[in-house]
């Protein structure tokens, strides 16, 4: 990964440009799913293609399996998370999402998914704490302001 890409586009997540942070998350996006090339992204194309079409235990073997070749592939942990997280296994998400932020301090939608993971296991404090760690990379996210707000909300 070229980390002075990366760095650029994090910094371009924080312009007040809409145009900017779209085409900086987009390619934010793409670095992120082709960190292991051709057969890396191959196999989460095709992994979302299985959860698609409702082949949820096949998704999940395929994903494990490409962790398990490529331990160090954040991406594969992400879509692993985002397959518990889609099936109510919230607790195997989180786990993911945590090794995704292990391997990849900036994902943003891994810090995003922890904060869906803890709302939806009533821990809402750590909720928004997730969702503030990711507005601290994406801080124009509309979506994260609103879950913070609802979260808060839920604490009273």
């Given amino acids: 990964m070229d980390s002075l890409s990366i760095h ?4 371009d997540l924080k312009s007040s440009d ?10 934010i996006w793409q670095i992120w799913f082709q960190q292991k090339g ?3 992204l191959e196999k989460i194309d095709y992994s979302q293609k299985l959860l698609d079409a409702g082949e949820i235990s096949t998704a999940e073997q395929l994903l494990s399996q490409l962790i398990e070749e490529q ?10 998370a985002f397959l518990y997280y889609s099936t109510g296994n ?17 994902h943003f939608g891994a ?12 821990k809402y404090r ?9 507005l601290a990379i994406q801080p124009y996210s509309l979506l994260n302001q609103k879950l913070i ?8």
């Fill in 8 to 11: 650029s586009l994090l910094e």
């Fill in 18 to 27: 809409a145009i900017v942070r779209q085409q900086a998350t987009r390619r």
């Fill in 38 to 40: 051709i057969y890396g």
């Fill in 71 to 80: 331990p160090d592939f954040s991406e594969a942990w992400n879509r692993r």
């Fill in 90 to 106: 919230y607790e195997r998400s989180l786990a993911d999402c945590q090794m995704v932020i292990k391997l990849n301090p900036v």
């Fill in 111 to 122: 810090l995003h998914g922890m904060g869906l993971c803890y709302a939806a296991l009533g």
């Fill in 126 to 134: 750590q909720a928004i704490q997730s969702f503030q760690n990711a």
């Fill in 149 to 156: 707000l609802e979260c808060t909300l839920k604490l009273t």
